[in-house]
């Protein structure tokens, strides 16, 4: 059962354009949400994250919002540039219980010039 | 720079012969997890220690075993690995519930 779900394996943008990632989950007990960005051959690195009492939360070119009754969240980067392109991975948790995050299948970003 | 260290970044073992992954961080977290990433795939979560405590997933196969000697140190072992074992073992680290994870590079196991 997959909790933690990314729709789109793969995602193209051209340089300059905004780029939307989408993730949806279904346990209602997680309350924290957090973007990795992976490159290939590299370990999954924090990019931005938000808490279930925000809706939105932005840092620089990314911008992170969170729609609770959807159980929908969704990254924008804008504008997209091509070192970007890597696989962007959606985690959640339940802060109340054990601090282990639970992934999405990834979407693998393309930035083209 | 504070970081946590996977080694080594590439092993290839054979069926069947027991092998050790390992991983060190200079951070001082006290939570330390190993996750199984195969390609196209989630990583799943395999164990977690909350510092001395071990805690282990429901699914986790016994053939995986791990230890955590100190704070810096946390090792996977796979007593017998199978084909099906081959895949991307990330080690992380936290400070706890609600705190971020800083991965390590990853350690790409061939099993052979």
């Known amino acids: 059962d997959q909790q933690v779900k990314q729709n789109s394996p793969s995602l193209s943008v051209q340089e300059g354009r905004i780029s939307i990632l989408n993730c949806d989950y279904t346990n209602s007990m997680f309350d924290y949400f957090l973007w990795y960005k992976k490159y290939p051959a590299e370990g999954p690195t924090f990019l931005i994250s938000i808490s279930s009492i925000k809706d939105k939360n932005e840092d620089g070119r990314f911008t992170v919002f969170l729609n609770k009754s959807a159980k929908h969240l969704s990254l924008h980067i804008v504008p997209s540039q091509p070192g970007d392109s890597a696989v962007y991975f959606c985690a959640a948790t339940d802060t109340g219980t054990a601090s282990k995050l639970t992934f999405g299948t990834g979407t693998r970003l393309q930035v083209t010039l | 720079d504070a970081m946590v260290i996977q080694n080594p970044r590439y092993q290839v073992t054979q069926f069947g012969k027991p092998v050790t992954l390992s991983c060190s961080q200079t951070?001082?977290?006290?939570?330390m997890y190993w996750y199984q990433q195969k390609s196209s795939q989630a990583p799943k979560l395999l164990f977690h220690y909350y510092d001395k405590d071990f805690n282990n997933e429901a699914d986790t196969p016994d053939n995986f075993q791990s230890r955590r000697p100190n704070t810096s140190f946390c090792f996977l072992d796979i007593r017998s690995p199978g084909l099906g074992d081959a895949a991307m073992y990330l080690c992380?680290?936290?400070?706890?519930?609600?705190?971020?994870?800083?991965f390590g590079s990853g350690t790409r196991l061939t099993v052979v």
């Open positions: 951070l001082n977290h006290n939570v």
């Open positions: 992380a680290t936290s400070r706890g519930a609600g705190d971020g994870y800083t």
